[in-house]
């Protein structure tokens, strides 16, 4: 699949006057078949695939590669890929395993658990700035921001100070208006950034990721100082983008179904199911995950051969109506584990119960801070952002 | 109810500790599964076939009572 002008569609970003709900060609298509062509950035084709099933299938099998430098890999921007050094979601196996499993550790259960009193506190602190400030306050600047900001610094072991470098670059990576030049400057800044802070765990080893790293892997050889520093780059951006975006559009999402934030704040036992509800309906990750496949491989019913690119909308896996009764209604009540929101298959998000944590602490927190907390500007006037691969908000403006 | 476990697949993501606590844990060493319960009680069946069906890369493996 090389032609150059393709007629099939884009798959779509603008939201129109349902900024929580996925673009609606998107329901339109799955309703029509389980897999259909798209144009891609740089005018080639790609699969979509429309449905849940078959999704899951995609992202379980072992023949499609996420090697970003595979001819025929669907990428979000036009340009040729460039591929920064450390970033495992880009790898495949074997590489990616041994990789990954650097990681687990880290991002097991049990662990993010010890961290939980400090990231109480973190939150009560942002919360305590935040009582203080004249209002409207900017809830996605002073709270949605800062706070997965500071947890993954902490859980690296990097100080909190050069946050605003952080956000800056994470935002610019995402941006698919930028080119992949402008993002791959944005990425390797971050990462060396990070290598003195690689060398001073190597002086001084700490209790943190980066000092794991260093003594564990570092010192035998199995990864380098680069790919350290390329690894936390990732972890770092990831961990800014994705819970932020998470924070304020589920603050949007309850204060929209009163009831529900009724139980939501009053009953503790809700919050998990809610979170989880939360993650399905909003599923930020709206540029699809990307895959180009290794083999020929029979996907709903069409042979997708080796070479060519799919791509899987997890936001539209989310609103699947074989998948969930009345998708499109919000309700925290809802058996909502399976979504896809974090992924399928071996790439699935490895620091997925550190973000379930920050939700779960977090949004009561702020309804308990502020018990009237409300939007301070009409929805319309809310600015979405649709050209990033993370779906957020570019402001909330808040007021109690 | 029997559990299986292909570890070579693990990817540590954590489902079945979420999905399961009382028959699922992760290793110290490298967070990756460890059955704490082969032969779970009857009560924890419905959890189990939840923490299989969310393992993203299917490494639990259940043999259903006869």
């Not at chain 1, 809802?334 to 979504?339: A, G, I, K, L």
């Not at chain 2, 993203?56 to 259903?64: D, F, G, K, S, W």
């Amino acid at each position: 699949m090389t032609d150059t002008h393709s007629t099939a569609p884009s798959l779509p970003f603008h939201r129109g006057d349902a900024p929580l709900d996925p673009p609606a060609a998107l329901a339109e298509w799955r309703a029509e078949g389980p897999i259909r062509r798209v144009t891609v950035a740089n005018g080639n084709t790609a699969w979509l695939v429309t449905r849940y099933d078959e999704m899951r299938e995609v992202l379980g099998d072992p023949r499609m590669s996420s090697d970003v430098t595979k001819p025929g890999f669907p990428s979000p921007r036009a340009e040729e890929p460039k591929v920064s050094l450390g970033n495992f979601t880009q790898m495949d196996p074997p590489r990616y395993g041994v990789v990954r499993r650097t990681l687990t550790r880290t991002f097991m259960v049990k662990n993010i658990e010890r961290l939980r009193p400090r990231m109480v506190e973190m939150t009560n602190d942002l919360l305590d700035a935040m009582e203080k400030m004249p209002r409207p306050v900017d809830l996605h600047a002073h709270f949605a921001r800062p706070l997965p900001s500071h947890i993954i610094c902490e859980v690296l072991g990097i100080p909190h100070a050069d946050r605003a470098l952080f956000q800056a670059n994470a935002a610019t990576i995402g941006d698919m208006s930028k080119t992949e030049g402008v993002a791959f400057s944005a990425r390797t800044g971050i990462a060396e950034y990070l290598v003195q802070f690689v060398e001073e765990k190597d002086r001084n080893p700490g209790d943190d990721m980066l000092s794991d790293l260093v003594v564990n892997r570092m010192r035998t050889g199995e990864l380098s100082k680069e790919e350290i520093a390329g690894m936390a780059a990732l972890l770092v951006i990831n961990g800014h983008e994705s819970s932020a975006s998470m924070i304020g559009l589920s603050v949007i999402t309850l204060l929209r179904h009163p009831e529900q934030l009724h139980r939501f704040v009053t009953e503790p036992e809700v919050v998990p199911g809610a979170i989880e509800e939360l993650l399905r309906y909003l599923s930020i990750v709206h540029v699809g995950l990307r895959r180009v496949a290794t083999a020929d491989v029979e996907i709903g019913g069409v042979t997708v051969r080796k070479g060519e690119g799919l791509i899987i909308p997890i936001h539209s896996a989310n609103r699947d109506p074989d998948a969930f009764d009345a998708p499109d209604q919000f309700d925290i009540t809802r058996e909502s584990r399976h979504h896809m929101a974090f992924g399928h298959g071996l790439h699935q998000c490895i620091a997925q119960y550190m973000a379930r944590v920050e939700l779960q602490i977090a949004l009561p927190a702020l309804f308990h801070r502020f018990p009237d907390l409300r939007l301070a500007a009409p929805l319309e006037e809310i600015s979405f952002r649709e050209d990033n691969v993370v779906y957020s908000v570019h402001g909330l403006p808040v007021t109690w | 109810m029997k559990i299986e476990i292909d570890e070579e697949k693990c990817c540590g993501a954590g489902q079945c500790v979420m999905a399961a606590p009382e028959v699922f844990d992760q290793r110290e060493e490298d967070g990756l599964v460890l059955v704490l319960d082969a032969a779970p009680p009857q009560s924890q069946y419905e959890a189990v076939r939840q923490a299989a069906k969310l393992c993203p890369t299917a490494v639990i493996r259940v043999a259903e009572d006869d």
